[in-house]
């Protein structure tokens, strides 16, 4: 599935803004029919954007059900003859979408898009409604997990990864127009020799049996440096300006399919970015363009007050402002794919990014132990199984099938902090990571150990290409004992070295209260986050196999109310409005000095 964009043979209208919008606690729209009218019982909410925190209202914040959002729109009268599509980029966790009273999609999975011909449900030049009902409900059965408990005052959703459930329609919704043969898919994998580079290409089309496909490979300037015909092939590209970390050059690749028997213009049109670079993971070295990288950042989350996970241009561009300050070369995605936006964003900036599944909170101790007791077993015939292997499964190819043309994805994680030391856990992965590779057999695929199940336990890092672990010494344990911290981390992380593989440090940090000060630096004072991190920087740099630290969290983001958090969890650089604690000063000196960036 290709990104609506605009073209000689295609046209797309964003249908952002002020939807009217309904709570169904009692899922009674269903049953009576509420898309065939305006909804009843209904407000405006803004799209994109989660509902939770738009309303002052406990009872909407902490909602839980079916959510519908209805607009109106007129269908452009210039797309007679061609195909109709509604692309819905998210609908947090899943969506079922009419147009007038045809129902057109449903989808699973809150955080990759999904499409609809609705050609045949519309006409041009005339007015349609669509009408949306999503539903956040997690269980067992969903990618994050949950469970539903009745309470004595009421049903209450109760999951276990660290962020607030936000919902909603997240990112944008397009109504476009393409023509009926058109080009369907686009893989590019490229390479690099020396000075030369080559693009391989792969093009999926339909309904174009008596078309051509003919490929033209741009620079940035715009000067054709390629062509190809056929529905596959490799462009050559001599001499060739390698996509790089800090160095986001792209070259646009231009499908089209053309009427061999005619000069006339092309049938479609499809233009995709590419960045010319290779990805290896050799020894414990991880390569870029053949040279040693070390990933310098964050962990991130769509977090911003109001608007929740909902996708803002503004943020995007400050918070990208505000890594380059800093000196970072890279961030995870976590806990899940965020908008295409984003990665866009990354591609032309050389950001390095590590794309990461929703499949966060799969380990009921880990829930147990921070969340409280709950006494599930995590993977079980009614728990986690294989019914939830299906749903993950399809959700890491969903994110591969969106994600892989972008140079600024160097690594797949599937999982993040899920239970990995038992025999069931080893037995759920094993086939996951195979899904990964056949989806993409070009970048190498890791998961995210947690602390649980430290060095000789984890029966699941033995799948990955590269080794990424969460630790929170001086933290969650030894809390406080920074000395006695650096002595357990340090062991725990030799051993990790002898397995031969790249180590990634994707979260260690402390909360952090801003403006909590302390001449002895003690937990939640920003000097103890200082110190915190400078003793975790004294172990990283004493192991030669960590090739990364990713320091948990770029920002302050929100989370479910309770005892271990302060208005969420305050392990950001910045706050949750992007104002620097100390640390991000600390780290920016010791990154800036890294690139050999001056820090004025």
Not at 326 to 338: K, V
Request: aromatic share 12%.
């Amino acid at each position: 599935m290709l990104r609506p964009q605009d073209g000689p043979t295609r046209e797309r209208k964003r249908l952002d803004g002020l939807w009217s919008f309904a709570l169904d606690p009692d899922s009674a729209g269903r049953d009576g029919g509420w898309w065939e009218g305006p909804l009843p019982y209904a407000r405006e909410m803004a799209v994109p954007g989660s509902f939770n925190d738009i309303a002052a209202d406990a009872s909407v914040r902490d909602y839980v059900g079916d959510i519908w959002y209805q607009r109106t729109v007129f269908v452009p009268r210039g797309w007679e003859g061609d195909q109709v599509v509604l692309t819905l980029e998210s609908a947090t966790h899943r969506a079922t979408v009419w147009v007038d009273d045809t129902e057109v999609v449903s989808h699973e999975g809150g955080y990759t898009p999904f499409e609809a011909d609705v050609t045949s449900a519309v006409t041009p030049g005339r007015q349609i409604r669509i009408t949306a009902v999503v539903n956040n409900t997690l269980s067992f059965q969903t990618i994050p997990p949950g469970v539903i408990e009745d309470t004595p005052t009421g049903r209450k959703q109760l999951y276990w990864h660290d962020f607030f459930n936000y919902a909603g329609l997240h990112r944008s919704v397009w109504l476009h127009a393409r023509p009926p043969a058109h080009v369907d898919d686009i893989t590019v994998v490229t390479s690099l020799d020396g000075t030369s580079g080559s693009v391989g290409y792969a093009v999926k089309t339909v309904d174009a049996e008596q078309l051509d496909v003919r490929v033209v490979l741009r620079d940035a300037n715009g000067t054709e440096v390629a062509t190809a015909t056929g529905d596959s092939g490799t462009l050559t590209v001599e001499p060739v300006h390698a996509w790089a970390p800090g160095d986001g050059y792209l070259y646009d690749l231009e499908v089209q399919l053309v009427d061999p028997s005619s000069d006339s213009d092309p049938v479609d049109s499809y233009h995709q970015s590419v960045g010319v670079r290779t990805v290896e993971v050799r020894g414990t070295k991880f390569l870029l363009n053949g040279e040693p990288f070390y990933f310098t950042g964050f962990g991130k989350h769509e977090d911003i007050p109001v608007i929740g996970k909902g996708h803002s241009d503004a943020y995007l561009l400050h918070d990208f402002e505000l890594l380059k300050w800093i000196g970072a070369n890279s961030f995870r995605t976590s806990h899940y794919p965020y908008s295409e936006d984003v990665l866009d964003y990354a591609d032309r900036q050389g950001m390095v990014l590590i794309d990461e599944t929703a499949a966060v909170g799969l380990n009921m101790g880990l829930g147990g132990g921070i969340f409280g007791g709950q006494g599930y077993t995590t993977f079980s015939p009614e728990t986690i199984n294989e019914e939830t292997r299906e749903v993950h499964a399809q959700a890491i190819r969903e994110l591969i099938a969106r994600d892989k043309n972008h140079p600024s994805v160097v690594l797949w994680s599937i999982a993040n902090e899920p239970e990995s030391h038992t025999e069931g856990a080893e037995s759920y992965f094993r086939p996951l990571f195979d899904v990964a590779r056949e989806a993409d057999p070009t970048r190498p695929v890791g998961f995210v150990n947690v602390m649980l199940a430290p060095y000789g336990k984890c029966r699941v890092s033995q799948f990955g290409d590269v080794l990424m672990l969460n630790r929170y010494y001086g933290w969650y344990v030894n809390t406080g004992d920074l000395p006695a911290a650096e002595r357990a981390w340090e062991e725990e992380l030799r051993c990790w070295a002898s397995e031969g593989k790249p180590i990634i440090i994707t979260e260690y940090g402390a909360d952090t209260y801003p403006g909590l000060h302390s001449v002895t630096p003690q937990p939640w004072s920003e000097e103890y986050q200082v110190e915190y991190l400078d003793m975790n920087h004294r172990v990283f740099d004493r192991i030669d196999a960590v090739v990364g630290e990713q320091m948990w969290n770029f920002a302050d983001f929100m989370t479910t109310p309770g005892i271990m958090r302060v208005g969420g969890n305050k392990k950001g650089a910045f706050t949750r409005d992007r104002q620097p604690k100390s640390a991000a000063f600390a780290l920016r000196r010791r990154w800036r000095d890294r690139a050999g960036m001056t820090s004025s």
